[in-house]
């Protein structure tokens, strides 16, 4: 994979045995564990999240570049994540383990595609999963935890992703799974991701949190102080919708594969709107109600009670 210059977009840089180099503007960009690192320092609303995840990991006191890329003794495995969590009201990461697989088995891929994950984190189910299938995998965030013992075997890269390192046109399938609502300002966010696509290429976006007239009411205070201090936003559906449209994509919103499961279960109690839930879980026994209102429900359940977001959108040409 060839960079471009996030300054200048000049590409393709030229690497060298500590950095990546610009011939226009001379920047250097550094490369710490294998991991190149290309972050626009200028950007308030990037420094403020890094700062913010690193006041929550207790780090404050190390500088930024020690904590962009840092090493640990033990990374937990995505299984590990999911039997730690399994007492919780809301176990969120097998919630993203099944909305993915689910829309997986309808994406068909094909070999050796090109996929990026925005906002990857550390320990990425999505991108080891399409690397067992033989995909080329890339992960973007905008700091890593490295297991000293484990060699890495999936591509990295630090960026800010409003401002991707990648030539145009780079991937076939970029993914974000609860990441976008991070960004001040998604449709430039949509944009880049548009820009980094193949002609008819796909973005999915799953698990991505949204506003609803419901769900505003029973906001706790320490939520919005926690969102604060790591740069998360509320936006509702409407502006994802538009965004994306905006940004040059067609778009079809899912009803959460995970939602519909506990709703199929009956198995709601833990839901914030459990008794709503419990009435849609009988509702769900009629096979043709339930087809009809997983098909015209996503965006105005979203609308209405902050129903988590799933979109697979196709780059227009």
Same mark, same amino acid.
């Given at each position: 994979?060839?960079?471009?210059?996030?300054?200048?977009? +000049?590409?393709?840089?030229?690497?060298?045995?500590?950095?990546?180099?610009?011939?226009?503007? !001379?920047?250097? +960009?550094?490369?710490?564990?294998?991991?190149?690192?290309?972050?626009?320092?200028?950007?308030?609303?990037?420094?403020?999240?890094?700062?913010?995840?690193?006041?929550?990991?207790?780090?404050?006191?190390?500088?930024?570049?020690? +904590?962009?890329?840092?090493?640990?003794?033990?990374?937990?495995?995505?299984?590990? &994540?999911?039997?730690?969590?399994?007492?919780?009201?809301?176990?969120?990461?097998?919630?993203?383990?099944?909305?993915?697989?689910?829309?997986?088995?309808?994406?068909?891929?094909?070999?050796?595609?090109?996929?990026?994950?925005? /906002?990857?984190?550390?320990?990425?189910?999505?991108?080891?999963?399409?690397?067992?299938?033989?995909?080329?995998?890339? /992960?973007?965030?905008?700091?890593?935890?490295?297991?000293?013992?484990?060699?890495?075997?999936?591509?990295?890269?630090?960026?800010?992703?409003?401002?991707?390192?990648?030539? #145009?046109?780079?991937?076939?399938?970029?993914?974000?799974?609860?990441?976008? %609502?991070?960004?001040?300002?998604? &449709? &430039?966010?949509?944009?880049?991701?548009?820009?980094?696509?193949?002609?008819?290429?796909?973005?999915?976006?799953?698990?991505?949190?949204?506003?609803?007239?419901?769900?505003?009411?029973?906001?706790?205070?320490?939520?919005?102080?926690? %969102?604060?201090?790591?740069?998360? %936003?509320?936006?509702?559906?409407?502006?994802?919708? %538009?965004?994306?449209?905006?940004?040059?994509?067609?778009?079809?919103?899912?009803?959460?594969?995970?939602?519909?499961?506990?709703? #199929?279960?009956?198995?709601?109690?833990?839901?914030?709107?459990?008794?709503?839930?419990?009435?849609?879980?009988?509702?769900?026994?009629?096979?043709?109600?339930?087809?009809? &209102?997983?098909?015209? #429900?996503?965006?105005?359940? #979203?609308?209405?009670?902050?129903? /988590?977001?799933?979109?697979? !959108?196709?780059?227009?040409?």
């Amino acid at each position: 994979m060839e960079f471009k210059c996030i300054k200048c977009n +000049f590409e393709p840089l030229i690497k060298e045995n500590e950095y990546y180099y610009c011939k226009r503007c !001379s920047e250097k +960009f550094p490369i710490k564990f294998g991991i190149p690192i290309f972050l626009s320092f200028e950007k308030e609303y990037l420094i403020n999240e890094i700062r913010g995840m690193q006041f929550e990991a207790g780090l404050s006191h190390i500088p930024v570049n020690d +904590f962009l890329i840092r090493e640990v003794e033990h990374l937990k495995t995505w299984e590990e &994540l999911i039997e730690e969590n399994k007492e919780k009201n809301f176990n969120y990461y097998e919630m993203v383990k099944f909305n993915f697989d689910t829309i997986l088995k309808s994406l068909e891929l094909k070999e050796n595609e090109k996929i990026l994950e925005i /906002g990857c984190g550390s320990s990425s189910y999505i991108l080891s999963k399409f690397q067992s299938l033989g995909c080329e995998v890339w /992960g973007v965030d905008i700091c890593f935890r490295l297991e000293r013992k484990k060699k890495k075997n999936i591509n990295l890269v630090i960026a800010d992703m409003n401002n991707l390192p990648f030539p #145009s046109q780079s991937f076939d399938i970029a993914i974000a799974s609860s990441c976008i %609502h991070h960004t001040p300002f998604p &449709l &430039l966010t949509f944009k880049e991701i548009n820009r980094i696509l193949v002609k008819n290429g796909k973005f999915i976006m799953v698990n991505e949190p949204a506003w609803g007239i419901f769900k505003s009411f029973g906001k706790l205070r320490e939520e919005d102080n926690r %969102h604060f201090l790591i740069n998360e %936003h509320n936006f509702s559906v409407f502006k994802y919708y %538009h965004s994306l449209r905006k940004a040059g994509f067609k778009s079809k919103f899912i009803f959460p594969p995970y939602i519909e499961k506990k709703l #199929s279960e009956g198995k709601v109690d833990n839901f914030r709107f459990s008794k709503i839930g419990k009435i849609v879980s009988l509702i769900f026994k009629n096979k043709k109600i339930k087809n009809l &209102l997983l098909k015209i #429900s996503p965006i105005p359940a #979203s609308i209405i009670f902050g129903l /988590g977001i799933s979109v697979i !959108s196709v780059k227009k040409d």
